[in-house]
């Protein structure tokens, strides 16, 4: 449990983050942060797999890059579904992956370092 929290923490201060870098991004206030946070959790967690085995062929072609486009995709979904959370269009959404991927492997790289330290 805690593990999912502390990932969701992670997903929420990715996407603070990324509100703040885009202009075509924006977020109406605290709650839709979270919700939003919360659908993207869910999202990688059960429709990203599908997506990836669905499109190994191009993502085998791509070395992998294609996987960019899958979580444009999800990020551009989750705008959709949640009041609040608005992506302008597919480039700021495809942008917003790649900044919120960037923040959320930089902070886990130091989250799974403290973790590590406590440890030993």
Not at 16 to 43: D, Q, R
Not at 86 to 100: D, Q, S, W
Request: without cysteine.
């Amino acid at each position: 449990m805690k593990h999912i929290i502390i990932r969701l923490i992670v997903n929420i201060f990715a996407l603070l983050v990324v509100v703040n870098i885009l202009s075509g991004a924006a977020v109406t206030g605290w709650g839709a942060l979270i919700a939003s946070a919360v659908v993207i959790a869910v999202l990688n967690a059960v429709l990203k797999p599908l997506l990836l085995v669905l499109t190994l062929p191009i993502n085998v072609l791509t070395l992998g890059l294609f996987t960019l486009v899958i979580n444009a995709f999800l990020m551009y979904l989750t705008a959709f579904m949640i009041k609040g959370f608005y992506m302008k269009n597919f480039l700021t959404a495809f942008l917003a992956a790649v900044i919120f991927s960037i923040v959320s492997i930089v902070l886990n790289i130091f989250i799974d370092a403290g973790s590590s330290d406590q440890k030993k």
